[in-house]
Nanobody
Framework: QVQLVESGGGLVQAGGSLRLSCVVSRSIFSFNLMGWYRQAPGKEREMVAGITRAGTTNYAESVKGRFTISRDNAKNTVYLQMNSLKPEDTAVYYC????????WGQGTQVTVSS
């Protein structure tokens, strides 16, 4: 019913930038909360950034000042702009949408080389 498709991952050098996109199968304003999570091999999945229906945002301390979450309702898309990337940002990044069930995308791989 609800489909989320992430894209924009890839290989980037430390200090570089990437923009991830999450295209959703319905209006993003249908959801109480949308956000980005990431999971590195052998580690727990962690919250990176979130945005509420009202537009309130929150970020993990590790990415504050470097990552920005935004949305484009006309395109049913949520973005994650990632600047000043570090090797520790390497992970699979997942899009999540809650309405009221939790819906996950398949993820997009981000690899940051030293």
């Amino acid at each position: 019913q609800v489909q989320l498709v992430e894209s924009g991952g890839g290989l980037v050098q430390a200090g570089g930038s990437l923009r991830l996109s999450c295209v959703v199968s319905r209006s993003i304003f249908s959801f109480n909360l949308m956000g980005w999570y990431r999971q590195a091999p052998g580690k727990e999945r962690e919250m990176v950034a979130g945005i509420t229906r009202a537009g309130t945002t929150n970020y993990a301390e590790s990415v504050k000042g470097r990552f920005t979450i935004s949305r484009d309702n006309a395109k049913n898309t949520v973005y994650l702009q990632m600047n000043s990337l570090k090797p520790e940002d390497t992970a699979v990044y997942y899009c999540r949408a809650i309405l009221p069930t939790v819906n996950w995308g398949q993820g997009t791989q981000v690899t940051v080389s030293s």
